[in-house]
């Protein structure tokens, strides 16, 4: 079956990093755009960052130039590497895969999660 599993959240201070991982298996990674979202308590998932199958990025305005989405597709693995964090980007970062079937229907996983929490 299709698995997204992410790693590498965690406690962290103001002004840290982190990089997250998801590691996928189940599906054919190379054709699947891969996304990063988050969700804080009481708030509703939001986009951080996409990455295309060719490797174009989208990042979200409140992430742009304190993150880098990119993937290895022989790993089968994506990644979000995110620099000067700030207490609000305290949330549990969700991994996406999605893909659009020759008829057009979008195709979606989603992993369990990983906290992310900014706290001096």
């Known amino acids: 079956q299709v698995q997204l599993v992410e790693s590498g959240g965690g406690l962290v201070q103001p002004g840290g990093s982190l990089r997250l991982s998801c590691a996928a298996s189940?599906?054919?990674?190379?054709?699947?755009?891969m996304g990063w979202y988050r969700q804080a308590p009481g708030n509703q998932r939001e986009l951080v960052a996409t990455?295309?199958?060719?490797?174009?990025?989208n990042y979200a305005n409140s992430m742009k130039g304190r993150c880098t989405i990119s993937r290895d597709n022989a790993k089968n693995t994506a990644f979000l590497q995110m620099n000067n964090l700030k207490p609000e980007d305290t949330a549990v970062y969700y991994c996406?895969?999605?893909?659009?079937?020759?008829?057009?229907?979008?195709?979606?996983?989603w992993g369990q999660g990983t906290q992310v929490t900014v706290s001096a």
């Open positions: 990455i295309s199958s060719r490797g174009n990025t």
């Open positions: 996406n895969a999605v893909r659009l079937t020759t008829e057009g229907t979008a195709v979606g996983y």
């Open positions: 189940g599906i054919i990674f190379g054709i699947f755009a």
